[in-house]
């Protein structure tokens, strides 16, 4: 409804408010902070301050933290600015370990592997070495087993189990799969070398010029789960060949080719492209560069090779070159094994 006699053509005029007969409600004036009448309920009183919350007596009602203390009252439509960061702290996958029962021992060489120390074979070296007490006794059997509880040295230095770290890296092309490379070529490991301060392993290998998911830890028994053949983890590759896959080539690849002894049979082999060098495979062979020989076992040569899926781990919305931390549900999911 517009007001016709305005000298303001258009402006549209204020509703009138009722009472319950019908007749029209005459209420008080509402205001704005400055003082401008204004038809929403003011947040504030004339004079600029906050207005007080109150108890049906009249009382005000004061508001309180969660540790019981008093809190000032936030103006009317405050909004706390949003965290920009994509994860929190509690998502940035530095997990603690999980109780473990102090009354089951652990190999010696296992607790020093998980305290982040060095690896299995390494810590054998040392055991052999005579550098690590026990309780104040140096152990030199490899077999030696020990208690979550025991005083754990090394180097006379007391060894402390490492919280668990868990990251996903989209490698890039010219970067070597180790943690060290006797060539100072460029490592995974220098892409995500200041991300924590705990000592992380690439689980499995990709190629230098292989691109895609590959996950980085300090878990070993995970990564001994998630690359072990017998646990069969599913992965996915997107190939590129020199030229088109021939039908023949394609029905031998597809009944299996013998590599190292084994006959390896995909699972699936699509053309997610109209051409058909491009090709999605899914594989479960945990062999050496497989992907790549399979092709070369008839004749083609691989161009291009991405890993987009690896134990139902993909690298959505994680750029070539980048990583993230692995959210809780993902490690949960594989530790349960329910990724294939």
Not at 234 to 239: D, F, L, N, R, T
Request: with cysteine; glycine share 6%; proline share 6%.
């Amino acid at each position: 409804m517009f007001d016709n006699n305005s000298n303001n053509e258009g402006a549209r005029r204020p509703r009138a408010r009722f009472q319950r007969e019908g007749a029209e409600h005459v209420g008080r004036p509402r205001f704005t902070r400055d003082g401008a009448e204004h038809s929403a309920r003011p947040h504030f009183t004339r004079d600029g301050e906050s207005r007080p919350h109150f108890t049906r007596d009249g009382e005000s009602r004061p508001r309180f933290s969660r540790d019981g203390e008093t809190r000032p009252q936030r103006p009317m439509g405050h909004k706390p600015k949003r965290n920009q960061n994509l994860y929190s702290a509690h998502k940035q996958q530095v997990y603690r370990e999980q109780y473990e029962d102090p009354t089951k021992p652990v190999r010696l060489n296992k607790f020093l592997a998980n305290a982040g120390i060095c690896s299995r074979r390494e810590a054998d070296d040392f055991i052999q070495a005579g550098v690590i007490t026990v309780n104040g006794e140096v152990v030199d059997n490899l077999g030696a087993k020990v208690l979550p509880t025991d005083d754990i040295r090394f180097h006379d230095q007391p060894v402390r189990r490492e919280r668990k770290v868990y990251i996903l890296l989209n490698k890039p092309k010219n970067t070597v799969t180790t943690t060290d490379d006797p060539q100072e070529r460029h490592t995974v490991i220098d892409i995500v070398r200041n991300a924590c301060p705990e000592r992380i392993y690439p689980v499995g290998r990709l190629d230098r010029n292989t691109t895609g998911v590959l996950l980085l830890t300090n878990d070993g028994d995970l990564a001994a789960k998630l690359t072990h053949p017998k646990f069969n983890k599913k992965k996915i590759y997107a190939v590129t060949l020199d030229r088109d896959l021939d039908e023949v080539d394609e029905a031998i690849i597809r009944a299996g080719v013998v590599l190292d002894d084994e006959r390896i049979i995909p699972d699936a082999l699509e053309f997610p492209k109209e051409d058909r060098r491009h090709i999605g495979l899914e594989i479960h062979s945990g062999q050496n560069r497989v992907v790549r020989r399979i092709f070369e076992k008839v004749g083609y040569k691989v161009v291009n090779l991405d890993r987009v899926s690896f134990a139902g781990l993909t690298k959505k919305n994680v750029g070539r070159g980048k990583w993230r931390f692995l959210t809780p549900k993902e490690v949960n999911m594989l530790h349960m094994g329910a990724f294939a």
